[in-house]
């Protein structure tokens, strides 16, 4: 499997070297719940979770979310911090997970731009069952572009989701897209995420 591996996340997890770790949940995720996009009733996905922040803020909104992680490490950690709330937490592999209901919502942080780009056909693929039709995608699209691509290089954890790169993977025929500018919400480690919602059409 090109790519990080489980171990390559465990380890991340049991030193605490989670650079991309806010402590607390997005802050687009607490604006799109602000905008009333995601209803108390919804399913909820959230892949590659990690510790577990947003499943939290879902959680204290009354909306019981189910995250995924293949790391233990990560999954436990997300257990405790979700604790009595409503939601959970699944040991998985996104990569082969199988939704036993159609989702409302996805909710994509961070867990596209942890995959090789070998994998990402697939992770939307899944991404694109997992769905009912009119279903939402709200994704923040990495923005992480090292110098090195101009030779070709692919380089990442985090892989940079260029715009071009997304519309490809999530193309028009089975998504709707808003028309951009798109809101980019910084991080303090110098990347920015892109702010979209795609529908499934
Ligand atoms: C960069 S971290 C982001 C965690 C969380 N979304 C956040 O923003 O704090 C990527 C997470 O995706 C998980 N992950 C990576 N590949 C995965 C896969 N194939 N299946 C499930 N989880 C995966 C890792 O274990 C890790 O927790």
Not at 92 to 98: F, G, I, P, R, S
Not at 167 to 188: I, K, M, N, V
Request: with cysteine.
């Amino acid at each position: 499997m090109a790519g990080p591996s489980t171990q390559f996340w465990q380890e991340k997890f049991t030193s605490g070297q989670t650079p991309w770790d806010r402590g607390s949940a997005h802050p687009q995720l607490q604006l799109w719940l602000a905008a009333g996009l995601i209803p108390p009733q919804a399913q909820v996905l959230v892949p590659g979770c990690g510790r577990g922040h947003e499943l939290v803020a879902l959680g204290q909104a009354g909306i019981a979310a189910l995250g995924l992680d293949y790391t233990p490490a990560a999954v436990e950690l997300a257990r405790a911090n979700l604790g009595a709330l409503p939601g959970r937490v699944e040991l998985a592999d996104v990569l082969q997970w199988q939704s036993p209901a159609p989702q409302d919502i996805v909710y994509e942080q961070t867990c596209l731009c942890a995959l090789h780009p070998d994998h990402w056909q697939r992770y939307a693929q899944q991404i694109h069952r997992w769905l009912k039709p009119g279903g939402l995608l709200l994704a923040l699209f990495m923005q992480a572009r090292r110098e090195s691509a101009e030779q070709g290089v692919v380089e990442g954890p985090p892989y940079h989701c260029d715009i071009n790169a997304m519309r490809a993977l999530f193309p028009s025929e089975l998504w709707d897209w808003p028309a951009p500018p798109y809101t980019a919400q910084g991080h303090e480690r110098g990347w920015a995420e892109l702010a979209v919602v795609l529908r499934k059409r």
